[in-house]
């Protein structure tokens, strides 16, 4: 027996190879990047705060709807990848999303938390005040939907 085959044997961390990219890994990155392009493009163009807004008026018109919108296909993206057949969803991608949606979750709210006197220089945060908090919860609500997952 050659030594590469033993060390297969012998290596029970070496998972089998199974594809990275499956319908709902697919699924779930464009689900991510529409939540990050849908509020990254609301808060650049149509947001009323701005000097001169423009852009679609439905987007003008739903205020801080749009960032509901865009968290919510980021954070749908995120349970998304957290099933088995993605990358995310089995082996060490489980404990790299659950410890980093828990760590983002912590580091949004303690970013808050330690300039909540004055939020105009962090984007996105200056527009949704208390709203953080539920923003880094739901990260770490995420965490809890990787978690499940850990074997």
């Given at each position: 027996m050659s030594p590469l085959k033993r060390k297969r044997e012998i290596d029970v961390l070496a998972g089998a190879r199974e594809p990275i990219f499956t319908v709902r890994s697919v699924l779930a990155l464009l689900l991510v990047?529409?939540?990050v392009a849908w509020i990254g493009y609301y808060y650049l163009v149509p947001r009323p705060e701005r000097l001169h807004p423009h852009g679609p008026h439905f987007?003008?018109?739903?205020?801080?709807?749009?960032?509901?919108?865009?968290?919510?296909?980021f954070f749908v993206g995120l349970f998304v990848a957290a099933h088995p057949s993605t990358p995310?969803?089995?082996?060490?991608?489980v404990v790299v999303g659950m410890l980093g949606c828990f760590l983002a979750g912590l580091a949004w709210i303690c970013v808050f938390y330690v300039f909540s006197d004055d939020l105009s220089p962090i984007w996105v945060m200056n527009?949704?005040?208390?709203?953080?908090?539920i923003v880094g919860i739901a990260f770490m609500a995420t965490g809890f939907a990787y978690?499940?997952?850990?074997?």
């Open positions: 990047v529409a939540g987007m003008m018109e739903w205020h801080h709807w749009n960032y509901l919108i865009g968290f919510a296909l995310l969803g089995r082996g060490r991608g527009d949704l005040g208390q709203k953080n908090l978690a499940t997952r850990w074997e």
